[in-house]
């Protein structure tokens, strides 16, 4: 049943269209997120940024945050890596 709900959670998530970024770059909210999703894990996550990045509409910036959230999710619990990067180049 929780899986489910993680499922059905998950299906909402994307249905947004979009993650607000709160005033935030994309580069910025890339770093911001390699950091929650380390905190307390294992893994050594590292982070490859394009520099212009920082142009990308923020439509679009949020649909990336939210594609590289569910990847490093997905990578953290199913594959127990040593180490993941994300490449955002």
Known sequence: MLD??????RG???????????DL??????HALVQRAGAGQD????LRIAS???DVP???AGN???AAQEALHNALKHGRPQTITLDAR
């Open 43 to 46: 893994a050594n996550i590292k």
């Open 64 to 66: 990336l945050i939210l």
């Open 25 to 30: 770059s994309l580069p910025d909210a890339l």
């Open 4 to 9: 489910q709900a993680v499922d059905e959670l």
């Open 12 to 22: 909402s998530v994307w249905a947004l269209r979009g993650l607000p970024l709160h």
């Open 52 to 54: 212009n990045l920082a």
């Open 58 to 60: 923020d439509f679009v």
